[in-house]
């Protein structure tokens, strides 16, 4: 088994870093445990004593409203709302707007089958208030994407599930929650937070898996460069770098981004890379600020706060890392990054270093009342990174799925489809590498 990697460190997205007592996740800083393949992965690796749990005293997030970092509504849950009093109480919200946000419950669910935008179907089942003041800058958030573009199907399937089986998002999530009280009381309720990390830093995983890989077989630095088929039903790999070679091989798992995918087969199969290709993808940048504490007014008391496309402002969100998780900050100081550009402010990912860093802090002064000078700047980007799953991506998918079924021993995985989330793609990995190893062994190959 051989392991080529393009960049001259493993884990993609995935990188922790060091610097001057912070502990600063450059990408991805946790995961969700409401499906089971990340924590699952961690406990095989050994992992499992260093999960970390959020700060639950802490365990809400702030949504921007004139200026203003307002308490998202306890119990909201991405889209709809699991209780009433709090939609009554905020601020967040007109009469008008919190009225038509309950009135969900009533409205018939869609007849028409077939994908639909999640801003339409957000603004259909719970009115514009809801979608602008708060679904668009949370699903925006996960997505660094623009909602109205997104699927509905392919990005939270399960909202609409809820619609169809019960009619209404609210009368689902009622349900639910009443059936996880239930499992609570019972005592066999969710174990861990809804997020977790790793007390190290995400890199750990990383570490712990190149750590099982057979000696000798990752190379760094050594870009694919291109893939041909054999006569004899085998591949040859081309690499490139320091190592440049090329090699006979069984099978090909590909796993860098869609876009890359693409021009490794565009000569295989050229309907396949333009599908892979015309997956669209959306930049972002974080700056990660280190700040004295007592230079920070605000009180940190959550996770972080999500900014609506309609305030105008220059920055996504804000994620208040030292609060989130311990051990990300020396003693007396604080770090907060700071998410900048995505798909629907895509020109600010190409301003140059000094001006992100400028524009963060004038962002994070302005909304959490901070003086002083920064004690850690850190500024990380990520061209393209992050696939958006537009409507008709289902239909994109299953070409994608057709494609490979006329590429025997040619293997994908990734983002591009099956959920960006860290579990989803670790899941979708471990599928396709157990396809893999399946189909080599019917083939009575080696490895
Ligand atoms: C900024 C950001 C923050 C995120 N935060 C979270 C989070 O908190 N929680 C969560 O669950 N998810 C998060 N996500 C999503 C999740 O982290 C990613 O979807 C996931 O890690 C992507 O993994 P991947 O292996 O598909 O792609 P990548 O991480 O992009 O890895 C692709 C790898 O392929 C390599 N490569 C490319 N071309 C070649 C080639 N020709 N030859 C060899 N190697 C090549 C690249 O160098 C890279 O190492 C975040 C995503 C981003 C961008």
Redesign the pocket.
């Known amino acids: 088994m051989l392991l080529?990697?393009?960049?001259p460190r493993?884990?993609?997205?995935?990188e922790t870093v060091r610097q001057d007592g912070f502990l600063i996740e450059r990408?991805?800083?946790?995961?969700?445990t409401n499906v089971p393949w990340g924590i699952d992965l961690c406990r095989r690796l050994g992992l499992g004593d260093q999960l970390l749990q959020n700060n639950h005293q802490h365990r809400h997030a702030f949504v921007v409203r004139r200026g203003r970092l307002h308490r998202i509504p306890e119990g909201f849950m991405i889209m709809a709302p699991s209780r009433i009093w709090p939609i009554v109480t905020t601020p967040i919200f007109s009469p008008w707007g919190k009225l038509r946000m309950v009135w969900e419950y009533f409205v018939p669910p869609c007849k028409e089958e077939g994908d639909e935008s999640l801003a339409s179907f957000v603004r259909r089942r719970f009115g514009r208030e809801t979608y602008e003041r708060l679904v668009q800058p949370l699903i925006g958030g996960i997505y660094?994407g623009d909602p109205a573009k997104l699927s509905v199907r392919a990005t939270m399937p399960r909202f609409q599930d809820m619609e169809r089986n019960h009619g209404s998002l609210i009368r689902a999530i009622w349900k639910q929650a009443a059936k996880q009280r239930s499992q609570l009381q019972s005592g066999s309720g969710a174990r861990y937070s809804m997020f977790v990390t790793l007390r190290d830093g995400i890199s750990s995983l990383i570490d712990a898996l190149a750590g099982r890989l057979p000696r000798g077989s990752v190379h760094l630095g050594?870009?694919?460069?291109r893939l041909a088929r054999d006569p004899s039903g085998g591949w040859t790999v081309s690499v490139g770098g320091a190592e440049a070679q090329s090699l006979p091989c069984d099978a090909v798992l590909l796993?860098?981004?869609a876009t890359?995918a693409a021009s490794?087969v565009a000569d295989l199969h050229p309907p396949f890379a333009r599908t892979l290709s015309a997956i669209p993808h959306a930049s972002?940048c974080?700056v990660s600020l280190g700040y004295r504490r007592d230079h920070v007014s605000h009180a940190l008391d959550g996770f972080g706060f999500v900014v609506p496309h309609t305030e105008h402002r220059r920055i996504l969100s804000g994620s208040f890392s030292s609060v989130k998780y311990a051990g990300r900050a020396p003693e007396g100081q604080t770090l907060v990054r700071a998410f900048i550009g995505g798909e629907m402010q895509p020109e600010l990912t190409a301003l140059p270093e000094d001006e992100l860093i400028a524009l963060a802090r004038d962002e994070l002064g302005q909304l959490l009342g901070i003086s002083g000078e920064p004690t850690l700047v850190l500024v990380s980007r990520?061209e393209r990174?992050?696939p958006q799953y537009y409507v008709g991506h289902g239909e994109r998918v299953e070409q994608i799925e057709a494609g490979l079924k006329e590429l025997p021993g040619l293997f994908f995985t990734?983002?591009a489809f099956g959920g960006?989330?860290?579990?989803m793609?670790i899941h979708k990995s471990e599928l396709v590498a157990e396809q893999a190893i399946s189909q080599l062994r019917g083939d009575g190959g080696g490895s």
């Open positions: 080529f990697e393009a960049a493993l884990g993609g997205v995935l990408g991805a800083d946790n995961f969700i660094t050594t870009p694919v460069t796993a860098p981004k890359a490794l972002c974080i990520y990174a992050m990734g983002n960006v989330g860290i579990p793609c």
